[in-house]
């Protein structure tokens, strides 16, 4: 049977090391002339979602559940076969491809690997802060909240939502 899958991903921007100690310069300055700054600067940093619907194939493991699809990025086409091993409070997502990583999330525990692209690799770290599975054979729902670091630095705040359903067709 395959599964119909929906992949969104709220991606938040990634700021620079320069760009962010500007931001937070520019915010102590003008708490210490006390003026009330109306912009919050996460919230003016704007986030990209992208949404992905392709199938897959489901297999029930002894503890939890494996998940496996074809990821096709919108803006070039680029090909991912990407792998989740689910169970009760941990997921693994491998990614393989130009663009290949696994990781790990696990609430609240920080997992560092490397990020490997056709111009080299960079180290990454996630530190999820929310890790929800609900899986059935004919269902589930994969959420994953987590912040973002390359090469030691945080990078963004970003929300992957993953529902599947069997292919009834």
């Known amino acids: 049977v395959g599964y119909l899958i929906r992949q969104r991903v709220k991606l938040g921007t990634i700021v620079n090391n320069e760009e962010r100690d500007c931001r937070e310069k520019e915010k102590e300055e003008a708490e210490k002339e006390?003026?009330?700054?109306?912009?919050?600067?996460?919230?003016?940093?704007?986030?990209?979602?992208?949404?992905?619907?392709t199938t897959g194939l489901l297999y029930p493991l002894k503890e939890g559940w494996k998940l496996t699809y074809t990821e096709t990025q919108p803006d070039d086409n680029t090909t991912s076969e990407v792998t989740l091993l689910m169970g009760h409070d941990r997921v693994l997502m491998s990614?393989?491809?130009?663009?290949?990583?696994?990781m790990v999330f696990r609430k609240d525990r920080r997992f560092e690997g490397s990020y490997h692209t056709p111009f080299g690799s960079l180290s990454m770290a996630v530190f999820p802060t929310r890790v929800d599975v609900n899986m059935t054979r004919e269902h589930g729902t994969v959420v994953l909240e987590y912040q973002l670091d390359l090469q030691g630095n945080y990078a963004a705040m970003h929300e992957l939502r993953l529902t599947y359903a069997a292919n009834t067709e």
């Open 34 to 53: 006390q003026l009330k700054s109306t912009e919050d600067l996460s919230a003016a940093e704007e986030e990209e979602v992208v949404d992905l619907m």
């Open 95 to 102: 990614r393989s491809g130009e663009y290949g990583s696994s």
